[in-house]
Structure formats: structure tokens, C-alpha cells
């Protein structure tokens, strides 16, 4: 179980009590971590579900990036401009995992909305080395989320995470810290309110 800042004991915690918005977890979806969670791995991230069904979840967070670049950890990319390399999340931390928008790049995984997870590196690795756009058209990350079946679920019911839908324009051009701000204040005014509320509650 999460941590949180507040206790069953502390007064005046109410207003900022995380209602659920109901929605069921889907491949496609987003999660939206409530404000005050402070596990370090996910605090006021935004995780983009890959996959979802009864033998677990997977996930790519959107908003937290590296202080690599992708040219750290692909030797072919060495002469390349640096890329932006992202924190996708705590499992399988040695593995480089790519959000794409390319068709037809063999045994490339579709996530919905014209979107692709992983697929032929080899070639991606063209596709960069060729000098295409990168920008709205592939994303990095190194390491990816993970939950065993029914582990999601019982997160959202400890109301952990909201769900959400953000379109492809969001997922693969995603603005950094601002981008949990944005889909927090898209659920309603309510959650617009926990979107300003600081981080640190003994700040405000």
C-alpha cells in the first residue's frame, strides 16, 4: 500500500479526500496519480496503459524524464542530435521501450489511436539515422510499469489512481511536469482544485 501525507487522524483533510471517477482501466487509457501520493516511482505521474487484461497491466509513464539521452544507450545514435530519453517506470529498468506512430514497422504492438509500442529496433533505427522527424512521431523510455492481475485494480479501489483519455497529440508530444496538471484539470473542477495544490501541503 502507498503512503500517503495525511492520517486517519489529522483534521481537515476532507475537501482533499480522492473521489474515484469510476472509469474502468483500459488498454489506451491513462492513469492519473492522486495528488498526495508519494511513492517515488509515480508521484503526480501520468502512465499511458499498453496493456490491461486479467493476467496484469503495463504501462509507460509519460512524464518524467530521464537525465539520459536515448544517444546514451543506442552507440549507433552516438552522432545523432539528442533525443529525449524518459523514466517509463521502475520494471525492467535495462530495457529501452519506444511509443511510435509508424506503420508497418514489423511485430510493432497497437496501443490505439494510430499508436505502436516497440516493434523492429532495427527499423527505427533507420527511421532516425535517415534524419525523420522525431517529434509527434516517436517516443523513448527505459524501463516500463507493472502490475500483476487484479493489483491495478485494487489501487484504483484504494483510490491510488484516476482514470482518464488523453488523445495521440498528448501521449506522444507530452509537455514534461505540466502534463499531470493538464489531465488532472481536464477531469472537472474538482481535480482541477488538487492540480494547485502544492506538492509539499506544509508549503501552502
Known sequence: MYAKIRTSMEKGWDIFDVEPNF??????????????????NFARTVVF??????SGS????LNKLSPWHVNDVVREFKYVDDIP???????????????HVLPGIKGALPVGDGMYL?????????YVLQGNPLDGKIRFFIGCSGWDSHQLQQEIDEKVWLISHIGKAQ????????????????????????ARFPEDPSLN
Open 23 to 40: 472509469l474502468s482501466p483500459a488498454k489506451g487509457n491513462v492513469l492519473v496519480s492522486e495528488p498526495f501520493l508519494r511513492d517515488i
Open 58 to 61: 503495463v504501462g509507460i509513464i
Open 118 to 126: 516497440n516493434g523492429d529496433f532495427a527499423a527505427i533505427k533507420r
Open 49 to 54: 496503459l499498453v496493456e490491461h487484461g486479467e
Open 171 to 194: 501521449v506522444m508530444n507530452a509537455p514534461g511536469n505540466d502534463l499531470w496538471k493538464m489531465v488532472l484539470a481536464g477531469l472537472g473542477q474538482r481535480y482541477a482544485h488538487w
Open 85 to 99: 530519453l524518459y523514466s517509463g517506470g521502475p520494471v525492467s529498468t535495462d530495457t529501452l521501450f519506444y511509443l
